[in-house]
């Protein structure tokens, strides 16, 4: 088998979309007819502010950062109506899937999008003017629909980041995995080797866990600087848990 047949992206359909209904849509242009990709994982998440933060790290500080925010997290598409708060988190896997879900996806930029890539997805987004408390303009959120990883290293940590391995089929993973020797808890924003009242447990002894999280949770456990932050790992394992990790 070639192994670029086991090149993998994540898609995001974003909370625009879901509302627009246009789910379908996507879905059938991302379809394996159209781009000759397979679907590895897919879910609805109820996206929180950890993994909203984590998946746009790269655009911390920027000026649209707290809209994008609110926009992935569904506040902005569902202001009155918390429980229709969702995305669609997908990984998509064969030769050459980022490229191929970039290009039908299109530019950021939606009236660009429809300028230079009529057809596209993201053609069918909008842009809404981001304002401070006096209304004056200071840049535009993006509306786009879909987000799709850009590099192969993009790839490779938003999968890791939204997905567990015990998400993917065994034979469809594409990073390393391994098994936890360890209990791993997590409360108050840090990591416990032990059980304590309101802690969730993250992993036990048996469980798969993607290799490189097992090696930031054993950095922090015995003090060292991990290479990601132990948010990063953690987003994952609070998806559509209990309401308080919202
Ligand atoms: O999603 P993509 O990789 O094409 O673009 P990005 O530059 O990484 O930005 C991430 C997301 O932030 C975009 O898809 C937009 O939804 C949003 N964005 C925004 O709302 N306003 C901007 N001025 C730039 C980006
Ligand atoms: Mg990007």
Not at 23 to 52: D, N, P
Not at 108 to 115: G, K, L, M, W
Not at 159 to 181: C, G, H, N, V
């Amino acid at each position: 088998m070639d192994p670029r047949e086991f090149e993998q992206t994540l898609v995001l359909i974003k909370p625009d979309a879901l509302k627009n209904s246009l789910t379908g849509y996507v879905l059938s242009q991302l379809s394996e007819f159209h781009t000759g990709l397979r679907f590895a994982g897919a879910k609805i998440v109820h996206v929180s502010r950890m993994l909203a933060e984590e998946h746009y790290a790269e655009h911390r500080g920027k000026v649209f950062f707290q809209s994008l925010l609110d926009y992935i997290m569904g506040c902005s598409h569902y202001p009155d109506e918390p429980w229709k708060r969702r995305v669609i988190a997908l990984v998509y896997q064969g030769h050459h899937a980022i490229q191929k879900i970039r290009a039908i996806s299109g530019p950021t930029n939606p009236h660009e999008a429809r300028v230079k890539k009529p057809g596209c997805i993201r053609a069918l987004g909008t842009v809404v003017p981001i304002k401070d408390a006096a209304g004056t303009v200071l840049d535009e959120r993006m509306d786009n629909l879909i987000h799709a990883s850009a590099t192969v290293a993009d790839a490779e940590r938003e999968i890791k980041l939204w997905f567990k391995p015990s998400d993917i089929p065994p034979l469809m993973r594409a990073y390393p995995t391994e098994i936890s020797q360890e209990h791993y808890y997590f409360k108050e924003n840090k990591l416990l080797l032990q059980h304590e009242p309101e802690s969730v447990c993250l992993l036990a002894p048996g469980n798969v866990a993607w290799a490189s999280d097992l090696a930031v949770l054993r950095a922090i456990a015995s003090g060292k600087t991990p290479s990601a932050t132990l948010q990063s790992v953690v987003a994952k394992y609070l998806i559509n848990e209990d309401v308080r990790y919202y």
